[in-house]
């Protein structure tokens, strides 16, 4: 009797303990899902700031899956340039892309990403030179940041800034008078 009771004691005390283990694990996992989604929210502004700048002037295809924008932040946050707000972001990816027009400039951005970029397999082949292209932009932002003068990067990057926020507001009082004059 007295075994058969210490066995059930011991039991619920398992019970008890397995209880915890469960709770623990299911609160790492939660937090490990919120930095997970802080982390992705990161690079999804970090690819938002990408795209607002004059990129669609090097490459008129420009629409990447959702993964292809994480992994354009990621590479943002490889390069360092998460450090920086994203008006010296916009303003250095702005200067190093009027430069672009040249091929033989891009080509040279491209071979940079290209030696530097770790392949990933769930990237499709035809945007790769492209990620190429943002990964050798990038290392030129950080190295365009470095040699430059700050606050200089940031006034003009709020001037664009300004500039493609007027142009919504344009695009959308325009969209507002065709639909009220039709």
Do not use: P, W
């Amino acid at each position: 009797m007295k075994d058969s009771l210490r066995l059930q004691k011991l039991f619920d005390k398992r019970s008890i303990v397995e209880k915890k283990i469960a709770r623990l694990e299911k609160r790492t996992e939660l937090k490990k899902t919120k930095e997970r989604s802080k982390e992705n929210a990161k690079k999804k502004r970090l690819a938002k700031i990408f795209l607002s700048s004059n990129y669609k002037s090097v490459y008129t295809n420009n629409t990447f899956t959702m993964y292809e924008m994480y992994t354009i932040g990621g590479l943002a946050i490889l390069n360092g340039l998460d450090k920086y707000k994203s008006t010296v972001q916009l303003a250095s990816y702005n200067l190093i892309l009027k430069q672009c027009h040249n091929t033989f400039f891009k080509n040279i951005i491209i071979r940079n990403g290209k030696n530097t970029y770790t392949v990933d397999r769930k990237i499709k082949k035809d945007i790769e030179e492209r990620l190429h292209f943002v990964n050798g932009l990038f290392i030129r932002s950080m190295e365009l940041i470095c040699d430059s003068d700050i606050e200089e990067l940031h006034t003009s990057g709020h001037f664009q800034f300004i500039k493609i926020h007027t142009k919504r507001i344009e695009q959308k009082h325009k969209k507002i008078i065709d639909q009220l004059s039709s």
